[in-house]
């Protein structure tokens, strides 16, 4: 059966396809009496909207979203929120090469495989553009969790990664990379074009840090905090990797090293918890926050349209070539920086209702 729908306290169900006239989200478990309205929600999809730079698809949409239903006089009212984002500027004609053709890489033939039907224009519920009804219903979720502040930046591009030292948060909204390292981002203009201009593509890594989570949301040992954040980003479309705090890194380290040691409180802070020293766990042990910063990496896999020849087949099992022609992000991890974002705001507030649920 198919699978639509992320969370349990807040659920999550997404609708629609990429050459559809429309898609959205339906948020369910939300609490009654926050202030919401299409306001809101649209600064964080005009970040991941298309268009805006030659570094990501030229596709035209506006990313317009309309609330339908469960807002009442500004204030959401316990219900279904129903969020809707038309299509408006879709060319199925460029994908009608491909309607007998798997492209490598992409979900077309696992797709056919399942259903023994496929959605070509454009893939269907495949397509990164499906991720604009998960940042608008993560902007209802960052509504229940205003304690917490979430950034999510691209720290490395085909093989080049940010300089650590140089990370300045402020600067990432000053480039179309979502980049906190100047220098990189400058250096990036250049690769990101030239796979564009060789018809290939690149990938990416986003790092998302969740700062204000306080202790003890997680819930052991089959709804573990960085089990539900790893599942909620392998669930992007072409998301193959994640990594908690140092992730697969902390297997090369002694067990002395990848202690996070803890010192006492400051005077006067007992409510503050311990003070960490460091955060190799990513602000998550036991399967239950720390009280320090929610840190995960997600990789995104180069673009799988592109327009250099790759050997396929056909439905029918004939060798064949596919090139993709239409508008495709040279680097999908570019804009998936607020996609992470997004899911990150689902995760965490799904784990403060069921924090709440059972601890009060």
Not at 104 to 117: L, N, V, W
Not at 122 to 130: F, I, L
Not at 224 to 233: E, I, N, V
Not at 343 to 348: F, P, R, Y
């Amino acid at each position: 059966m198919s699978w639509n729908t992320f969370g349990r306290a807040l659920r999550m169900t997404t609708w629609g396809e990429s050459h559809g006239p429309a898609l959205g989200a339906v948020v369910d478990g939300c609490p009654p009496g926050l202030a919401l309205d299409e306001q809101a929600i649209q600064p964080f999809l005009d970040a991941r909207r298309p268009g805006q730079s030659k570094f990501t698809t030229q596709r035209q949409e506006a990313d317009a979203v309309r609330i339908l239903s469960g807002v009442f006089e500004g204030k959401t009212t316990g219900t279904p929120i129903s969020l809707m984002i038309e299509n408006t500027d879709q060319r199925s004609k460029d994908y009608s090469e491909i309607a007998d053709r798997y492209r490598p890489g992409h979900a077309d033939y696992a797709y056919d495989a399942k259903y023994g039907f496929r959605d070509y224009r454009g893939g269907g519920r495949s397509s990164a553009r499906e991720t604009a009804a998960r940042v608008a219903a993560g902007a209802v979720a960052r509504l229940i969790v205003p304690e917490t502040t979430i950034h999510a930046y691209v720290v490395q591009v085909g093989e080049d990664r940010i300089e650590r030292a140089a990370i300045d948060l402020a600067t990432i909204g000053d480039n179309p990379f979502f980049c906190p390292d100047p220098q990189a981002a400058r250096r990036w203009e250049g690769l990101v074009d030239a796979a564009r201009k060789e018809g290939s593509s690149l990938g990416a890594v986003v790092e998302c840090v969740a700062t204000g989570v306080p202790a003890g949301w997680g819930a052991p040992v089959y709804a573990k905090l960085d089990a539900d954040l790893a599942g909620a980003m392998m669930g992007i479309n072409a998301v193959k990797g994640v990594e908690i705090g140092d992730g697969f890194a902390a297997a090369a380290l002694r067990g002395e090293d990848n202690a996070d040691p803890m010192r006492p409180a400051a005077p006067g802070r007992a409510d503050d918890g311990p003070q960490f020293t460091a955060n190799h766990a990513g602000g998550i042990a036991g399967g239950i926050s720390t009280g320090q910063p929610v840190v995960c990496r997600v990789a995104f896999k180069p673009t799988s349209s592109i327009l250099t020849p790759v050997d396929s087949i056909t439905r029918s099992g004939e060798a064949t070539q596919v090139r993709t022609r239409g508008r495709h992000d040279p680097c999908v991890g570019i804009r998936g920086a607020p996609v992470v974002a997004a899911m990150m705001a689902l995760v965490l507030a799904d784990h403060k209702l069921l924090h709440r649920a059972q601890c009060g």
